[in-house]
Each structure stands twice: as structure tokens, then as C-alpha cells.
């Protein structure tokens, strides 16, 4: 008999749970001390090339990291976005219509993946798309989309309460917000078009259901 492995136990997946535990403490204060809030949420992040490395140094890639890597990394931006609705009321609807890309475009094409098991050729796949297949296979262009869209949101959070070093007249902060902001509107058009191909790919899988069960009843 053999004995069954402890996948909570493996190194990728411990690693996952120091992320989620420094993320709480970030999230805990980031609307008062921004000094703790941003290290915690810097190294949780960084975490999440460590995790990547480990599970395949040690042969430990499991479906549950993946998803916990996805959920903190999704749960991460939320929060800080939720804070940015506190420092900045104004523009709230905005950012609620940020995390609700984010989070159900992301949602969805995750469902619609495990859902479909790429059992039919009429799904689209997204790396038939020259942007998408670049996205997908250069790891540089999807630091710089995942950097540049976190970037963006760490600016402003940081520019409530300080401008950050100024260079040549204008903060550091202020600086990279700005050049980091067409990243961020990049990233959600992405989200959009991950949101939009998986909605014509569930219509495929409840066609297919569809004609199954007539041809079933027919017989």
C-alpha cells in the first residue's frame, strides 16, 4: 500500500500560504501605514516566481497551487483596488468596474477551460491571436502586462500619501503611474477578450449538450 502524499504539505504550496498570510497583514494596513502594507504585499507578490520555481525543482506542481496562486493574486488586486475606492471616491465606479473585469473575465475563462477539456475543434483558441499568442508564450511581454498593471494601481495607492523621490520636477510615483496607465487599459482589454472568446466558448459546449440530449431522446 502506497502512502498518499500531503499535496498541503508540498514546498510550492507552503509558500503559497506565506502569500496569503503577508497579503492579509497588507490588506490589514494599507489604509493606514503604507510602509508595512506595500512590503508585505511586494514580497507576497514576489512570491509568486518562487512558488513557480519550487514546484518544478521539486516536481510538485499541483492543481490546488495553481488556483491558490490565481485566487491570491486576483483577491491581492481587489483589495488594493478596494482601498483605492477609499482614497479616492470620486473615481469609485471606476474602480468597481476594474474588479469586476478582472475578477469575471478571469473567472470565467478558467471555467470555461476546465469545462471544455479542448474536446472540439470549434472552440477558439486564444493562441490563434497574434497579440494573445505573444502574451502567452514570451514571459517578458507578460511580466511587463502583470508588472505594468500592478505598477499602475500601486502608484496611486502610493501617491495618497507621498509624491515618492522627485525626478526633474515630478515625483517618482506620480511618473510611473502615468507611464504604467496605458499597461493597465491594455491589460483589462485583455481581460475583455479572455471574458469574451470564453462566453463564445460556453455558447459551443451548451450547443453540443443540446444536440447530445436530442439525439439521445430520439433514440
Given at each position: 500500500?502506497?502512502?498518499?502524499?500531503?499535496?498541503?504539505?508540498?514546498?510550492?504550496?507552503l509558500?503559497?500560504?506565506?502569500?496569503?498570510?503577508?497579503?492579509?497583514?497588507?490588506?490589514?494596513?494599507?489604509?493606514?501605514?503604507?510602509?508595512?502594507?506595500?512590503?508585505?504585499?511586494?514580497?507576497?507578490?514576489?512570491?509568486?516566481?518562487i512558488?513557480?520555481?519550487?514546484?518544478?525543482?521539486?516536481?510538485?506542481?499541483?492543481?490546488?497551487?495553481?488556483?491558490?496562486?490565481?485566487?491570491?493574486?486576483?483577491?491581492?488586486?481587489?483589495?488594493?483596488?478596494?482601498?483605492?475606492?477609499?482614497?479616492?471616491?470620486?473615481?469609485?465606479?471606476?474602480?468597481?468596474?476594474?474588479?469586476?473585469?478582472?475578477i469575471?473575465?478571469?473567472?470565467?475563462?478558467?471555467?470555461?477551460?476546465?469545462?471544455?477539456?479542448k474536446?472540439?475543434?470549434?472552440?477558439?483558441?486564444?493562441?490563434?491571436?497574434?497579440?494573445?499568442?505573444?502574451?502567452?508564450?514570451?514571459r517578458?511581454?507578460?511580466?511587463?502586462?502583470?508588472?505594468?498593471?500592478?505598477?499602475?494601481?500601486?502608484?496611486?495607492?502610493?501617491?495618497?500619501?507621498?509624491?515618492?523621490?522627485?525626478?526633474?520636477?515630478?515625483?517618482?510615483?506620480?511618473?510611473?503611474?502615468?507611464?504604467?496607465?496605458?499597461?493597465?487599459?491594455?491589460?483589462?482589454?485583455?481581460?475583455?477578450?479572455?471574458?469574451?472568446?470564453?462566453?463564445?466558448?460556453?455558447?459551443?459546449?451548451?450547443?453540443?449538450?443540446?444536440?447530445?440530449?436530442?439525439?439521445?431522446?430520439?433514440?
Amino acid at each position: 500500500m502506497t502512502e498518499t502524499e500531503n499535496i498541503f504539505l508540498f514546498v510550492p504550496n507552503l509558500i503559497g500560504f506565506a502569500r496569503v498570510i503577508l497579503a492579509l497583514i497588507s490588506f490589514y494596513f494599507m489604509p493606514t501605514n503604507y510602509v508595512v502594507a506595500s512590503w508585505c504585499y511586494v514580497i507576497s507578490s514576489g512570491l509568486d516566481a518562487i512558488d513557480g520555481h519550487a514546484a518544478r525543482y521539486y516536481d510538485q506542481s499541483t492543481k490546488f497551487g495553481a488556483i491558490l496562486d490565481q485566487l491570491t493574486d486576483r483577491v491581492g488586486t481587489m483589495c488594493l483596488t478596494v482601498t483605492l475606492c477609499l482614497f479616492y471616491p470620486a473615481y469609485t465606479f471606476w474602480f468597481q468596474l476594474s474588479m469586476a473585469i478582472d475578477i469575471a473575465c478571469h473567472w470565467i475563462y478558467l471555467h470555461t477551460t476546465l469545462l471544455q477539456g479542448k474536446t472540439s475543434h470549434k472552440f477558439i483558441d486564444m493562441s490563434e491571436n497574434p497579440i494573445m499568442r505573444l502574451y502567452y508564450t514570451n514571459r517578458t511581454v507578460l511580466f511587463l502586462m502583470c508588472a505594468g498593471n500592478e505598477a499602475f494601481y500601486a502608484c496611486l495607492y502610493f501617491l495618497h500619501f507621498t509624491e515618492g523621490p522627485i525626478l526633474a520636477g515630478i515625483g517618482l510615483f506620480r511618473l510611473v503611474m502615468y507611464l504604467s496607465a496605458p499597461i493597465a487599459f491594455v491589460k483589462t482589454g485583455i481581460s475583455l477578450l479572455h471574458g469574451y472568446v470564453s462566453c463564445i466558448n460556453l455558447s459551443i459546449i451548451d450547443v453540443k449538450e443540446r444536440q447530445e440530449r436530442r439525439s439521445v431522446k430520439a433514440n
